[in-house]
């Protein structure tokens, strides 16, 4: 391989990794926060903190459903059937302007309770490939750079890692933290190679009609819809402004069970309740395998007859479903989660180890040198990293804080949450960039407090003290309480590393790279 | 209880093999407390290594298909490796074969 073109490799792979490893940071966090929405859900919603019921009629979520929607003029309403990561029946209508989200009892239609958080399913996980960024799709956009970006720096990684096969096993923990630091990167990188490479192609493969919209406009001129309907078999019916019942769920589930040899729905969708031209999805539960073709079959609503399905997918579509599926994460295989979810943090501890690496090795050369800059970076290394993990400590601690009613000052509840989150990022890289030398060290600390004091909410709020959860068997409760008290436990450890590194460290140095691990 | 044995024993396997082949490694070998220079040569502990990934993969798919399966087994191999990294970095003589079923795998033993 030519030095020319490592060299090349190497200042793509460098300033790449600058430039979008903010973006990226905040992407892998809160994809790896998603792969437990559910149980962070349950952790953020108290009230559906019930047992599985044993029994679900759709027929009495419909009596309390259809009324709503219908009054409200909504344009659908459907409702996700209970299973084991979320035991109610979440149910919601969409109106011209809003989505209310209402947790019911599953066997008896009952309100538990209405959702006034957007929860991990509600924010991390759109967050995750939106970042709440939604004109002209922008934000999708700007997540297709970050998985672009993150693939050009697999490749370029491996390609100016010289000693790519005589270091893979080696981690050096020394003195000297720019070699710690890096050997972490090179480590975490060609480990989670494959997962860092897939994660972000399927990222791409998703929001393939985004990025390339030309293949609807060209292959289905004039009729977006009809890419829907050939693709995922789920035509949209227009209403015919004539009202009329819905006819019962019950036998419409039950027949589309019938035809697909008494597999499970996971959700049934109701489009344009109340009209004679009302019609209802039901989909397949694909959380049993890793393709996520949901089978749809299509209900007249006002007769309950079949208009189509199951739908057949095209082998295209089955390969798309995969490699969607394999994003997603959403197959009820609780260890291929958690792997997951370890992976996540690898790709982050990855992604801020390469911000630490670019500080140290340059922070002596270009204090000499007298460049300026490197308090920009420092800050934006920790605001991006550890500002995000404060933020989103913000948020849970603002769900467990605020009151529990619908608006507050004027503002509904769940957007509150997210001003705190908001509120939190921006204090951190304000703090970052005003105290650039201490930030790692002291946003460790405020993490490892926020992740306990967490904790200690949920417990004072609800009385899920973790001993109890677990006695219980509330594991979605007890897994986020422990995952934040080892999160606490790990950056108070790293907090008094770094403490320590600074009083070693000889404060008329003016090289020196305080507060760096 | 077979899925939970199969899983462990996918890991195990998993690590064992990123084990092996770590230990092809001059340096980690004499981290690990082994003379530098074996009887049997790095290439052998490698071809091990490499089928003991080989049947972490087999009993991934064994338990959970090809479509889960084929996600598991990757995953696995790479915690077995952080698992093998960290060992080597912190305790590198918990790879000692006294220690670990490595002894069974008689392929690194010091010169005599």
Redesign the interface.
Known sequence: MSEAFRASMNWLHTWAGLVVGALLFAIFWMGTLAVFDREIDRWMMPRTRVEQAASVSIDAIARTMHPLAVAAKARRWGVQMPSARQPTARAYFDTATERRVLHLDPATGTVIAPERTLGATGFFYPFHFSLFIHHWNLGEWLAGLAAMTMMAMCVSGVVIHRRIF?D??????VRKAQRTTLDLHN?TGV??L??NFLIAFTGLVIFMSVYLPGIRTVLYPGEPSAFVAEAYGTPRVPPLKQPADLAPLGPMVEEAQRRWNGAAPATVLVFNPGDRGASVMVNQDTSS???MNADTVLFDGATGRVIAGPHRYSPTMMTLG?LSG?HYAW?R?T??RW??F??GL?GCVLIATGFLFWIQSRAKRHAKAGVRGMALVRGLSVGATLGIVLASLAFLIANRLLPDVPTIAGVPRAWMEVRAFCIAWLLAFAHAWLRPRTAWREQSVVAGIGGVAAVLLNWLTTGDVLPVSMAAGRWSVAGVDLVLLAGSATALFAARRLAARERLMDPGDPGLVRGVP | MIDALLLIAAWFSAFLGAALIALTNRAHRAAVGYAAETRHGGRGNGIFGGLSLVLTTVLAILRDGFGMGLLLAPLLIATGMATVIGILAVRPNLLHRRWTLLAMMKRIRPRQ
């Open positions: 005589v893979f096993f080696t981690l050096r923990i480590v480990v989670g494959p997962f395998r890793v393709t995969y394999m197959f295989h260890v291929l792997l997951y370890v992976s690898a």
